[in-house]
């Protein structure tokens, strides 16, 4: 209770500095899936205590193949349901279709319980490609306009990788690399939430297939990186063409994503990683305060020492917003207090 | 023989209006510097004066349209008159509302008062005895009549009505300053009442303070165990590499150099009271000692830790010493066990190496020769950017006493991932049919893989590139078994522990040719 109305408290008084400006370069942040859902909106509500000129840099993009997440975020935001019509207005048999199942009937048959398969999510994400891309183009411009001369900015995205939706991420991807052929600038932040056992509603069962959906994921991102292993026969391309709805063909350049970031939750419970993820991705979106400028200039400075663009690709964080350093201060706080009171009194 | 009469002066708020000062922040005496108390009482005074001046503007503006040499008329008498009691009531509301104001000022300014006197002066009695005095001066008097003239009364000679206008003037004046002396009255009494359950209040906290910090006391313990200066993490991926010694040390190093400035105190009371949320520092239901205590501790630490200059941050803290190059060296190893260990796992040295772009905290200036313990503490190979060569000689370097060490545990990811993958496609009822045929497996991947990898069209994807990732992890791991550094096992389990399990021998090659 203390430490949260000090943080209330520290909210208040960083609302009340006007005078610093958190983000230098503006942000879309887009949540992908449920998981990842929660933690924009909690990213979201953070944010909505910043001055206005850091607050128009941000532009929140849900993305989720369940209608239901669309109540659970505020209702001036951007949300793109990743849902198909029914089965019978659908042909099947087109491209757009068979690049992700065989035929149509499967789809029906690609959910695991509770636990989708990525192919769902997949075919969703190229129906809905039209929509996701205005979305995305309309973000951009509302936090650059282009009238003020801001053309680089950097995109979040943010996906839990033991989900289904986040079978919509090569779609994304192609959607972003379409988007930054235009007169945009911008890095690609991935920030991938990996699955934990005691977070699993069924360890002995869902927790396997999150894992299953991980390694998936990350062999895509591996395979779309343009790393070469063995022959290099089909990898070593860091491009790839993505089908969608109804039947356009788009090629997708690499480089895909700037960085990626695994974030683990330091203990098992949703509100403990919405809450940890969060906060994390509010230091690393607010660039020109505290520890987002910190990581920033530590991330400019490890590509630049890299030795192929390859090998700063993927990072891992885990930087002083899990407490440690706090700790030691207030602990460095109560020793300054003993030292006063028991000298004094 | 003189006469002397003894009748009283009677107020006047026009007289008042020069002799009062008008402060900018009237109750600036609360902040603990010797005001008298005959300077606080005019500066409360002058306040509350202020915010009638515009009701007196208006009075004054109705005279003057009363003026002796003009015509009257009934209506004008009316109007006259009941536009006086509106501003009269009006002086009324402008009032209690400043009281209201101000008397909630010194309630807020008394608790910060309250926690800074805490924190640089708990040895010195209250400070707010001194306005005790003020007491004298808070006297209710009794409202004046404001007659209520007629036309009649008002429709008279030029000099009858000069005179009678005057009178009215001057009971309206008097009302006034009444009307603010009672309300500065308010004022104090309800600043004495404050003052008085700040005076019981600060005794009993000092006592609780006391208690909290002596030998045996709660804050005592909390300081010299080292147990609480150890900072675990329940994150996997956190790991404090400082002792509960080293840190108690660095604490004291720090302090020794950290002075409060007078705003920095006005912050903490700030922080304080808005942690607080409503609950008073002093009276009866006030916070307790504890939580008073662990918020003074929150809202201070801010203030070390953005006081604590980066240039002189933890490493040239730590650097004291001959063992320190060894130290650090040890910590690296550490660090490299941890989270490098873990990015191997899931990654594989060789073809993307991991960035480390973590732990960025303090940066200390450290001499030269501290390159040559951390290249030896990182085992050598590793890319590690937190280490730079500095142009003056010396070298930037940063780690943080959080860093990331992953228990060995933990490490398993990037194999429970395959086993789980393998898992899926082999052990359950779709591969019982391709017992022990590789073509047989290729195929099962093949027939399955649109469940995983939605992106993969036969002709456009990367399905096949992820099957030949997928083969070329299964062959590196087996493979690779003799390549893992024994030093980053700890011990705990062999490699032939980590890898079997994953794969069988059998499983290594898949055959990546699309049989399609």
Known sequence: ?345 | MARFSFRRKRLSFNEMTNRIPMPVDPLDFLGGNRTASRDAYAQIHGAIHGVLGEVERSISSLFERLRPDGNISDRMVLEANAELRTELARANTFSDVKRDEMLISIGSRLESLFIQQLVIAPDEEAPVRRWAALADRAIRRDLPVVSEPNHSTLDVSPNDRKKRLARWQSETDEYLETVCLNHVGEVIHGLLEEANEYAASWVEMITDLRRLSASGGQLYQEVTDAEHWSFDSDDPTVKNLLTGGQAQDIAMRILSRFQLSNQDLADIADTVHNSLAGKPVYGSNRVDPVELQELLARATAQKIQSTVSIDTGFLSLMSNGSRFGEELGELLVDMHMGAAAMEEKMWRVGDVRVGHVDSASGVGITASNLHDSVLRGLGGGRKFAAVEGHPGDNHRFEVQMSTVGAPISDLAIYRDMVNAWYAWHFEDVRSVSVNGDASGWSTSVSKESWKLYPDIGEETGVRRAIIELIDDDLKKLWNGREDIATRLTNGSFSDGELLNGVVKPQDKIVNTADPD
């Open chain 1, 1 to 345: 209770m203390v430490s949260q109305s000090i943080r209330d408290a520290e909210a208040l008084t960083h609302a009340s500095s006007k005078a610093a400006n958190r983000i230098a370069s503006p942000s879309v942040v887009i949540g992908l899936g449920s998981t990842s859902c929660q933690i924009v909106r909690r990213l979201d509500e953070v944010s909505s205590a910043w001055t206005f000129s850091d607050r128009k840099s941000l532009g929140f993009l849900y993305m989720d193949t369940r209608e239901a997440t669309r109540g659970e975020i505020s209702r001036s935001s951007r949300f793109i349901p990743l849902t198909l019509p029914h089965f019978s207005n659908l042909r099947d048999m087109r491209p757009w279709i068979t690049e992700c199942v065989p035929e149509l009937k499967n789809l029906s048959l690609s959910r695991e319980g509770a636990l989708g398969t990525l192919a769902n999510a997949g075919v969703a994400g190229r129906f809905n490609y039209g929509n996701l891309r205005g979305h995305i183009d309309a973000t951009i411009e509302q936090v650059c306009p282009y009238y003020e001369g801001v053309t680089y900015l950097r995109v979040h995205v943010i996906a839990f990788l033991g989900g289904g939706t986040v079978g919509a991420l090569p779609v994304l991807l192609a959607a972003l690399a379409e988007a930054r052929g235009t007169s945009y600038n911008f890095s690609v932040v991935l920030h991938l939430v990996l699955p934990q056992r005691g977070m699993s509603r069924d360890p002995e069962t869902t927790y396997p297939l999150q894992l299953r959906n991980a390694y998936s994921t990350l062999q895509f991102l591996r395979a779309a990186s343009g790393i070469e292993v063995g022959k290099g026969e089909y990898t070593g391309k860091d491009s790839y063409n993505v089908t969608v709805y109804p039947d356009k063909i788009i090629n997708a350049p690499g480089p895909h994503f700037d960085v990626a970031l695994l974030h683990r939750s330091p203990k098992d419970s949703l509100p403990v990683q919405r809450v940890h993820v969060a906060r994390i991705l509010e230091g690393l979106v607010a660039d020109a305060w505290g520890t987002g400028q910190d990581w920033w200039a530590r991330y400019h400075e490890t590509m630049r020492e890299a030795n192929n663009n390859m090998d700063a690709r993927f990072g891992s964080i885990s930087s002083r917003e899990v407490g440690l350093l706090d700790g030691f201060f207030v602990q460095t706080a109560k020793q300054y207090l003993q030292n006063q009171w028991r000298t004094q009194l």
